[in-house]
């Protein structure tokens, strides 16, 4: 639960436990790009490795 890290003084585990989060995410872009190409490309384009930045986008699969 990120959101209660956020909000302890435990700043170390509130990283690591993100960063986990964000390997799992790059995983699952890797897993879904031969079916959904556009969909991880945007998900890539989301998440800036080198910097260890995250943008804010719109949702991927939006309701109708």
């Known amino acids: 639960e990120p959101w209660k890290l ?3 003084t435990d700043q170390e ?3 690591a436990h993100l960063s986990k989060l ?3 995410i790059l995983t699952l ?3 879904l790009e031969p079916f959904l190409p556009k969909t991880a ?3 890539e384009a989301l998440i800036d490795v ?3 930045k995250i943008t804010a986008g ?3 699969f939006p309701r109708k």
């Open 22 to 24: 964000t390997v799992h």
């Open 58 to 60: 719109k949702p991927l």
């Open 13 to 15: 585990k509130l990283v």
């Open 41 to 43: 490309q945007k998900i």
């Open 29 to 31: 872009k890797d897993h």
């Open 6 to 8: 956020k909000e302890s």
């Open 50 to 52: 080198k910097n260890k």
